[in-house]
Antibody, heavy 122, light 107 residues
Framework: EVQVVESGGGLVQPGGSLRLSCTAS????????MSWVRQAPGKGLEWVAN????????HYVDSVEGRFTISRDNAKNSLYLQMNTLRAEDTAFYYC???????????????WGQGTLVTVSS | DIQMTQSPSSLSASVGDRVTITCRAS??????LVWYQQKPEKAPKSLIF???YLQSGVPSRFSGSGSGTDFTLTISSLQPEDFATYYC?????????FGQGTRLEIK
């Protein structure tokens, strides 16, 4: 079964840091672009960042540029999101998502993980 | 950034109804659009990609159309399991952006 599973969410104070992880299985992880997408509770979806198969090209939404870093370890079939200088508005479920088309640098997502909740609050 | 605007934001309908949701892009995106369905506490699930192609396993009562800036998602005969929130997403350029969602509720 093709799936991705996130972990690492939790409660963190404003200005703090957190690292999310995503473990992939059921497909050749190293051949796909991977993304993080977030959803504030009760709100809509926001794409956060993506990373190329070899890790050498990354893109971010402006609101996290300079604070968040996406990375991957293909040997471990894992995707990461290092989140620094967290703000209350970063509170959300964070989904790991695979690009559906391995050949596409920008595309749509399938599958998605179940999400991990990050809460930024004092 | 390309803004994606869905209408309506919410919709009440009955089982068996035909429902149409629209998505408008702030600039032309060709057919680089996908529709997702999201149920409470669940991850989004893709329904239609490249504006009009049905994802494998998705019932044929779902269909999509449009290109350029205007797109529609149609459910030909609503089933109880279709009550959910629907999102469009453009994949024409960075940043990847989503519509604000359309909540489909039971009348």
């Amino acid at each position: 079964e093709v799936q991705v599973v996130e972990s690492g969410g939790g409660l963190v104070q404003p200005g703090g840091s957190l690292r999310l992880s995503c473990t992939a299985s059921g497909f050749t992880f190293s051949t796909y672009w991977m993304s993080w997408v977030r959803q504030a509770p009760g709100k809509g979806l926001e794409w956060v960042a993506n990373i190329r198969q070899d890790g050498n090209e990354k893109h971010y939404v402006d609101s996290v540029e300079g604070r968040f870093t996406i990375s991957r370890d293909n040997a471990k079939n894992s995707l990461y999101l290092q989140m620094n200088t967290l703000r209350a508005e970063d509170t959300a479920f964070y989904y790991c998502a695979r690009a559906e088309d391995p050949a596409a640098a920008i595309g749509w997502f399938d599958p998605w993980g179940q999400g991990t909740l990050v809460t930024v609050s004092s | 950034d390309i803004q994606m605007t869905q209408s309506p934001s919410s919709l009440s309908a009955s089982v068996g109804d035909r429902v149409t949701i629209t998505c408008r892009a702030s600039q032309a995106i060709s057919s680089w659009l996908v529709w997702y369905q999201q149920k409470p506490e669940k991850a989004p699930k893709s329904l239609i990609f490249h504006a009009s192609y049905l994802q494998s396993g998705v019932p044929s009562r779902f269909s999509g159309s449009g290109s350029g800036t205007d797109f529609t998602l149609t459910i030909s005969s609503l089933q109880p399991e279709d009550f959910a929130t629907y999102y469009c997403q453009q994949y024409y350029s960075y940043p990847i952006t989503f519509g604000q969602g359309t909540r489909l509720e039971i009348k």
